[in-house]
C-alpha cells in the first residue's frame, strides 16, 4: 500500500483551542490508509489533551481511535486471510498439476512455516508396519536427531494427534502435562529447541495418516486462526498423499496390464510359433523324411543352428564343426537326459532323444540369446518327433537287417537247397547275387558289435549288398567291389561308427551264390591273419597280403604272386636280354656275398654289384630287408619251378 505523506497536525479551531473531531477522524483515517503502527494512533488524542480539550471531546476521539484501530485490524486480517487463501490456492495448483508428492509436501511444510511465521514446520507419516509415526519432512529444522525422530503411537504431541484425529498446541512443550513424554522425544524436540508447538492431523477418509506441524522456539499462543489455516494445509497434503498413493496405483496396475499384453503377446506368438513347428513335424513325419527336416523346421520356427548328436554326445554326421556344440556335450546331454527337460549352457541348449530309457541321441540349438519355457517346448517336441523316427528307422532297418543277416547266413551255411529262392528273396531286397559279391569279414569287441553291425547294414542297404554277424564276426556281400576297396571301405565306415579302429579281411569276387561261402572263409582268414601279424585295425585282402596270402588264399594265385613281385626284373630281362633273375638266385644261394655269387656266375664281382644296384632301382631299395627278402626269394623258387613244369 504506498505511503501518504500526513501533515504533522491537524489546524485548530481557534487560537489555543484543541481540533475539532472531524479533523481527527480525517487524522485517524489517514494513519489506517497509512498502514502506521498502532503508536501512532495516540498522537491525535495527546495533542488533544494538550490543548485542553473538553472531556467530551476527548471521549468522542478516544471512539474515533478506538474504531480506527479495529478497522485496521480488520485490514490486517483480511490481508493475512489473502496471503492464507493465496497459499492455499497455489497448493491447489501444485495437486491439479500433479508435481511429485514430495515437492507438493515440502511446498506445504514451508508455506505453513511462513503464514504461521513459525521457527520451524514439520510433518510426520503414520507407518502402519511399525505402529508409530515418523519425520517425513521439515523446514526450518537444524537437529540431525529430531529429522530422525519416529514417534510411537500416543507418545509425545505428535503421538497423541495421530491417535486421537484431533489437532493440539502447547504453549510450552515441556511443561504440557497434557501428553505423553519420552525420553527420545523430549531429547530430539529438546535438541531442535522448540517450545511452543501446533499439530493437526492428516485423514484420508476416516484414517489419520499422519501429522502436519508448526513450531516456534519461544512460548507462543496459537489462535483458532492459525490451527485452521494449519488443518487447510494438512488437508491439501492429505490430498496429495492420497493422489499419489492412487497415481501410483494406477502407474503400477497399467505396468502390470502392459506387462500382460506383453505377455499374452508374446504367448500368443509362441503359441502361433508352436503350432507352425507342430505342423511342420507332422509334415516331416507323414512325408517319410528324416531327422535333417526337423532339424530345418527347429530352424526356421527358432532361428539358430541345429547339430544333431548320437548317443554318446557326438556330432552326426561326425563332420559338424565343434563350434556348434556345448563345451560339454556328453555332460549336457546326460542332464537333459535325466531331467527330461532342455538343458542351457551360454547360447547352446541342449534337448535329448529318448525312447523310454534309451538314449538315442540329442539335439543341440547354438541361439544367441535367452529361449523362452514356449521355445524349450518347441526344441524339446522336435527331440520327440527325431526320437519317432529314429525309432522307425531303427525298427525298419533292424527288420531288414535281420532278413537281410538272415540271408547271408543261408548263404553261408552249405549246402544251398535253392539257389534260385535264395537269388529272388535277394532280388526283393535290392540284391543281385549273379553279380561280382566282395565279401568282407570284420573283427570288432563284443561291447561295440551292434553299433559295427548297425553301420554294415547301412552300408550294405545303400550300396544293394548284404550283412549280418557270423560266428561273433560282421560278415557283409558288396556287389561290383574289388576286394581290398571293399575290405578298406568296411574298415572305414565301421570304424568311424563303433568310435574305434576295427580289422578286416576282404575276398572273392564271389560269383553266383554259392561262392559267397567259400570267399567268407578266405575273408575271415585274412582279417585273423592281420591280427597274427600285427596289423589289427587294419584291412587287406589276400592279394595284399603278399606271400601270406598264399596261405591264406583260395586259389592260391602261385603266378600272380611271383608277376606282382618279380615283374619288374622279369621285364627288364626280357627287354635287354639280361640276367638280373639268374644273379638274384645265386645271391641268395651264396647267403647274400656278391663275391661268391660273383664266382657261381662266373663273373667280376663289380657285375654283380652292378645288376644289385639295378634290382634295388626296379624292386625298391627295401628288396634285401628280412620281410622282403622272403618273398623275393620264395618267388625265385616259384618261378623256377614254374618254369621247369612249363618245359
Known amino acids: 500500500m504506498p505511503v501518504v505523506s500526513r501533515p504533522a ?91 511429485g508428492v514430495d515437492s507438493v509436501l515440502t511446498a506445504i511444510v514451508r508455506r505453513a512455516r511462513q503464514l504461521l511465521g513459525t521457527d520451524v514446520s514439520y510433518l510426520t507419516l503414520n507407518d502402519d508396519a511399525h505402529g508409530d509415526t515418523y519425520m517425513r519432512v521439515t523446514d526450518g529444522s537444524v537437529s540431525a536427531r529430531f529429522q530422525a525422530l519416529r514417534l510411537p503411537m500416543g507418545e509425545g504431541l505428535g503421538g497423541l494427534v495421530a491417535q486421537t484425529a484431533a489437532p493440539y498446541a502447547t504453549a510450552s512443550y515441556f511443561t504440557d502435562a497434557r501428553f505423553h513424554h519420552t525420553d ?92 507352425g513347428a507342430h505342423d511342420r513335424f507332422i509334415d516331416v513325419v507323414l512325408r517319410g523324411g528324416g531327422v535333417e527336416g526337423v532339424a530345418a523346421a527347429v530352424t526356421e520356427a527358432l532361428g539358430g543352428r541345429i547339430t544333431v548328436l548320437d548317443e554318446e554326445g557326438r556330432p552326426t554326421p561326425p563332420d559338424v564343426p565343434g563350434s556348434a556344440l556345448p563345451p560339454d556335450p556328453a555332460a549336457a546331454l546326460g542332464l537333459a537326459r535325466s531331467t527330461g527337460r532342455t538343458v542351457g549352457d551360454g547360447e547352446w541348449w541342449t534337448a535329448a532323444v529318448t525312447v523310454g530309457s534309451d538314449l538315442l541321441g540329442g539335439l543341440v540349438l547354438q541361439r544367441a540369446g535367452d529361449l523362452s519355457d514356449a521355445d524349450q517346448r518347441i526344441l524339446e517336441r522336435a527331440a520327440l518327433v527325431t526320437a519317432l523316427l529314429l525309432l522307425i528307422r531303427r525298427t525298419a532297418s533292424e527288420a531288414e537287417g535281420r532278413v537281410r543277416g538272415e540271408l547271408l547266413d543261408e548263404l553261408l551255411t552249405g549246402p544251398l537247397r535253392d539257389p534260385d529262392g535264395l537269388r529272388e528273396r535277394a532280388r526283393r531286397l535290392g540284391a543281385d547275387l549273379d553279380r561280382p559279391q566282395a565279401v568282407v569279414v570284420v573283427r570288432v569287441e563284443e561291447r561295440c558289435r551292434g553299433r559295427a ?180 626269394q620264395l618267388a625265385l623258387r616259384l618261378h623256377r619251378l614254374t618254369s621247369a613244369g612249363e618245359a
Not at 198 to 213: D, F, H
Not at 591 to 616: I, K, Y
Not at 619 to 625: C, E, I, K, Y
Open 9 to 99: 497536525a491537524l489546524p485548530a479551531d481557534g487560537p489555543g483551542r484543541a481540533p475539532r473531531v472531524p479533523s481527527a477522524a480525517a487524522e485517524y483515517l489517514q494513519l489506517v490508509l497509512d498502514d502506521a503502527a498502532a503508536i501512532e494512533y495516540e498522537g491525535p488524542l495527546v495533542r488533544a489533551r494538550a490543548g485542553g480539550a473538553d472531556p467530551d471531546t476527548l471521549a468522542e476521539l478516544e471512539r474515533v481511535r478506538l474504531l480506527a484501530l479495529q478497522v485496521r485490524a480488520a485490514f490486517a486480517a483480511r490481508r493475512r486471510r489473502e496471503s492464507e487463501l493465496s497459499a492455499l490456492f497455489d497448493t491447489a495448483s501444485d495437486l491439479a498439476t500433479l508435481r
Open 184 to 275: 527420545d522425544i523430549n531429547g530430539g524436540v529438546r535438541e531442535e529447541g522448540l517450545v511452543a508447538i501446533l499439530g493437526v492431523p492428516l485423514i484420508r477418509g476416516s484414517q489419520v495418516i499422519g501429522v502436519l506441524y508448526a513450531a516456534d522456539r519461544t512460548e507462543r499462543t496459537f489462535d483458532r486462526s492459525e490451527v485452521a489455516l494449519l488443518g487447510s494445509l494438512a488437508a491439501h497434503a492429505a490430498i496429495a498423499i492420497d493422489n499419489a498413493r492412487l497415481l501410483e496405483e494406477t502407474r503400477t496396475a497399467l505396468d502390470e496390464l502392459s506387462a500382460a499384453t506383453r505377455e499374452l503377446r508374446a504367448h500368443t506368438e509362441s503359441v502361433e510359433r508352436a503350432a
Open 453 to 632: 553291425l548297425a553301420a554294415a547294414a547301412h552300408l550294405a542297404a545303400t550300396r544293394a549288398g548284404l550283412a549280418g554277424i557270423r560266428d561273433g564276426r560282421v560278415v557283409l556281400c558288396l556287389p561290383d567291389l574289388a576286394p581290398g576297396d571293399a575290405a578298406a571301405l568296411v574298415c572305414r565306415e565301421v570304424s568311424a561308427a563303433v568310435g574305434r579302429p576295427v580289422t578286416a579281411g576282404g575276398a572273392g569276387p564271389a560269383h553266383g551264390p554259392a561262392a559267397v561261402a567259400g570267399a567268407e572263409a578266405e575273408a575271415r582268414r585274412c582279417a585273423s591273419t592281420l591280427e597274427a601279424l600285427g596289423r589289427a585295425g587294419q584291412s587287406a585282402s589276400a592279394g595284399e597280403l603278399g606271400f601270406v596270402g598264399l596261405l591264406v588264399g583260395e586259389g592260391r594265385d602261385v603266378p600272380g604272386f611271383v608277376t606282382a613281385t618279380l615283374a619288374p626284373v622279369l621285364d627288364y630281362d626280357a627287354r635287354r636280354g639280361t640276367d638280373l633273375v639268374a644273379t638274384l638266385r645265386a645271391w641268395f644261394d651264396t647267403g647274400g656275398s656278391p663275391a661268391r655269387a660273383a664266382e657261381v656266375l662266373n663273373v667280376h664281382v663289380n657285375t654283380v654289384t652292378q645288376r644289385l644296384d639295378r634290382v634295388a632301382r626296379l624292386l625298391g631299395r627295401d628288396w634285401s630287408a628280412p620281410e622282403r627278402a622272403l618273398e623275393v
